[in-house]
């Protein structure tokens, strides 16, 4: 688990998966060293030891830890120093869609499936959450789904029980697609899809799954207020304390202060099981 993030993942429809599994170095962004006309191809004995043959996952994964994953990290040598909001990012995979009809909307179950978690969600945040934080009251921040209509249905039903949340635009970057070729694979994917959908589905990772806090950028403020402090100063100029504010210092106990108990916000992501997979993997 990533400081200050959690995610929560519903799957709710089911459809006929695609044979065998996302392999987890396959899960990056776009497929590189190979030209638009060339298939993708992975042999089943170098698939673990050279994955850029499928895809430049290797770039982005790796098996240590990355403490800078989001790029919001603190600079090399500095510590965090503040936590911000602890994002919840709860992961929702549509209903059960018809695969048959032109538009691929929900079907009946896909429909029910989506009332019984808009119920469930509904009552989560009436009762009081007990985790590693303590005691959190639940409060949704808004309902975010890709652009894809069995998404959105899906989004519609969970936005009609909770009134009160907003539901925002569809968004592509949400939407569903193949980050690399599956793995065992029984036919090859088109190159220039895999391109395009793993260039997107990595944008919208970038997007919505970071730290609330940018450490770097911190840093760099309050480098920049120290800079301009000493600039007015001058070098070496430090200010020299009275009797009477000594005095003052000494007589008035210092106040403790309690660390302040960090805010919780927990974001619903209406959305599909490649992207759901994605993000996972990535963030792992």
Same mark, same amino acid.
């Given at each position: 688990?990533?400081?200050?993030?959690? /995610? #929560?993942?519903?799957?709710?429809?089911?459809?006929?998966?695609?044979?065998?599994?996302?392999?987890?170095?396959?899960?990056? @962004?776009?497929?590189?060293?190979?030209?638009?006309?060339?298939?993708?191809?992975?042999?089943?004995?170098?698939?673990?030891?050279?994955?850029?043959?499928?895809?430049?996952?290797?770039?982005?994964?790796?098996?240590?830890?990355?403490?800078?994953?989001?790029?919001?990290?603190?600079?090399?040598?500095?510590?965090?120093?503040?936590?911000?909001?602890?994002?919840?990012?709860? !992961? &929702?995979? =549509?209903?059960?869609?018809?695969?048959?009809?032109?538009?691929?909307?929900?079907?009946? !179950?896909?429909?029910?499936?989506?009332?019984? !978690?808009?119920?469930?969600?509904?009552?989560?945040?009436?009762?009081?959450?007990?985790?590693?934080?303590?005691? &959190?009251?639940?409060?949704?921040?808004?309902?975010? &789904?890709?652009?894809?209509?069995?998404?959105?249905?899906?989004?519609?039903?969970?936005?009609? =029980?909770?009134?009160?949340?907003?539901?925002?635009?569809?968004?592509? !970057?949400?939407?569903?697609?193949?980050?690399?070729?599956? =793995?065992? #694979? #029984?036919?090859? @994917?088109?190159?220039?899809?895999?391109? %395009?959908? @793993?260039?997107?589905?990595?944008?919208?990772?970038?997007?919505?799954?970071?730290?609330?806090?940018?450490?770097?950028?911190?840093?760099?403020?309050?480098?920049?207020?120290?800079?301009?402090? %000493? #600039?007015?100063?001058?070098?070496?100029?430090?200010?020299?304390?009275?009797?009477?504010?000594?005095?003052?210092?000494?007589?008035?106990?210092?106040?403790?202060?309690?660390?302040?108990?960090?805010?919780?916000?927990?974001?619903?992501?209406?959305?599909?099981?490649?992207?759901?997979?994605? /993000?996972?993997?990535?963030?792992?």
């Amino acid at each position: 688990m990533r400081r200050g993030f959690r /995610f #929560s993942a519903f799957r709710l429809g089911r459809r006929v998966a695609p044979r065998g599994a996302w392999a987890p170095l396959g899960l990056a @962004s776009a497929v590189a060293g190979a030209t638009w006309e060339r298939r993708c191809r992975c042999d089943d004995e170098k698939w673990w030891t050279d994955p850029a043959q499928c895809s430049d996952a290797c770039a982005l994964w790796q098996r240590t830890w990355n403490g800078d994953w989001d790029g919001r990290g603190p600079p090399p040598g500095e510590k965090m120093k503040a936590t911000g909001k602890i994002r919840h990012l709860i !992961l &929702v995979r =549509h209903g059960q869609y018809d695969l048959e009809g032109e538009e691929r909307g929900l079907t009946d !179950l896909g429909r029910r499936q989506s009332e019984k !978690l808009a119920q469930r969600l509904s009552a989560e945040r009436q009762l009081t959450k007990k985790d590693r934080y303590g005691e &959190v009251r639940i409060q949704y921040a808004g309902i975010w &789904v890709s652009n894809v209509t069995r998404a959105i249905q899906t989004a519609q039903i969970l936005a009609a =029980h909770l009134p009160d949340v907003p539901l925002m635009e569809p968004d592509v !970057l949400l939407s569903e697609g193949k980050p690399t070729q599956p =793995h065992p #694979s #029984s036919s090859a @994917s088109r190159l220039a899809d895999l391109w %395009e959908d @793993s260039a997107r589905m990595e944008a919208g990772f970038r997007k919505y799954v970071h730290r609330e806090v940018d450490h770097k950028r911190l840093a760099e403020k309050e480098k920049k207020k120290k800079k301009e402090q %000493e #600039s007015k100063l001058g070098d070496g100029y430090v200010p020299e304390a009275t009797p009477e504010a000594h005095r003052e210092e000494k007589e008035t106990p210092k106040e403790v202060k309690e660390p302040k108990e960090p805010e919780h916000v927990y974001e619903i992501y209406v959305c599909h099981m490649n992207l759901i997979r994605y /993000f996972a993997a990535r963030i792992e």
